[in-house]
């Protein structure tokens, strides 16, 4: 199960995702994008990965695609970091180092 939670704040827009990131959520997860994504207005576009438990291939391509579509993402742990970054280098986005956040749990993103 997936919950996608849309929060916004005068300078950002995040997409909270909550369970396992597995199909069929991932079709949900890139619609949730591209609706958001036009609803910027200037603001920044995060995705914020923090209580996903697990993220399938299907998961994992989802996420390549929106990076590679400029996403930013927020997260903890060493497993949610580690597919980051490796989806990181297959897009050739390693060199941006505002592409992956690491965030504490007392993180509050308004």
Known sequence: MMKISVVESQSR?????????????????????????????GRALVIDLRNVTHISREGENA????????ARFTCKGVFTRRVLEQ???????????TLITLSNDSDDEN
């Not at 996420?63 to 400029?70: A, I, P, S, Y």
Request: glycine residues 4%.
């Open 87 to 97: 989806l990181a280098r297959q897009c050739r986005c390693k060199s941006d180092p």
């Open 13 to 41: 827009l995040r997409l909270v995702l909550e369970g396992k990131l597995v199909a069929p959520w991932t079709a949900e997860l890139r619609r949730t994008w591209n609706s958001a994504h036009s609803q910027l207005r």
């Open 63 to 70: 996420l390549l695609d929106l990076m590679t579509e400029g």
